[in-house]
């Protein structure tokens, strides 16, 4: 959408039932993976209306496993943003090819380094326990050690573009690459996994 992406509030409106009136910021206030989100303020409430950047049919549907479980996670009551549909049942709203999904308007919290572990470990623990069976491939970080000549390759990289936790990185690699040992085995009792939980996420 343009600055005055106003012009389209009628057709979100219609298309995903959010009432009468609505009011569109008045620029982007944000910007997420998938691209630019506004607010709209509506009779019925407030909405994030995240738009798609354009690209292929592949990356629109790749859109749909995730908000599959971020539905899933809901009805568990993982507290995530509610995915507002559009009147056909879509999660993308196609306005005569801009892409638009819409979700619950969430305020965020500041950033805090006093977040309780308890509570973030009960969170990662919640949405690991959704229970929820995905359909897409199992990505091979789960299954495919990394191996100590990769890591090595990987801190040399990130040395040489000043990453300021390289340090702390090193220490872990011997760690880590023990852990991989555990890796490589048949996978069982495969579970959809949450790869995106960030500070914005947790905020």
Not at 22 to 31: H, M, P, T
Request: charged letters at 25%; glycine letters at 12%.
């Amino acid at each position: 959408m343009a600055e005055d992406g106003g012009d389209h509030v009628p057709a979100i409106l219609a298309a995903s039932d959010l009432g009468w009136d609505g009011r569109l910021s008045a620029g982007r206030v944000a910007r997420g993976r998938i691209g630019a989100i506004w607010r709209l303020d509506t009779d019925r409430g407030s909405w994030a209306v995240k738009q798609i950047d354009d690209g292929d049919a592949d990356e629109l549907a790749s859109l749909l496993p995730g908000a599959a479980f971020q539905e899933a996670a809901a009805a568990a009551g993982v507290p995530t943003p509610g995915i507002r549909r559009t009147r056909d049942g879509d999660v993308i709203t196609d306005l005569g090819g801009l892409h638009l999904r819409v979700n619950e308007w969430v305020d965020l919290d500041g950033p805090r380094l006093d977040l309780d572990p308890r509570q973030l470990g009960e969170l990662v623990a919640a949405l690991h326990c959704v229970d929820h069976v995905g359909s897409q491939r199992l990505h091979p970080w789960y299954t495919d050690p990394v191996g100590s000549a990769r890591w090595s390759e990987l801190v040399t990289l990130l040395r040489a573009g000043g990453a300021p936790f390289v340090d702390e990185l090193v220490a872990l690699v011997p760690d880590l690459v023990a852990l991989e040992r555990y890796l490589g085995g048949p996978p069982r009792s495969l579970r959809t996994c949450h790869r995106d939980l960030w500070a914005d996420n947790v905020r």
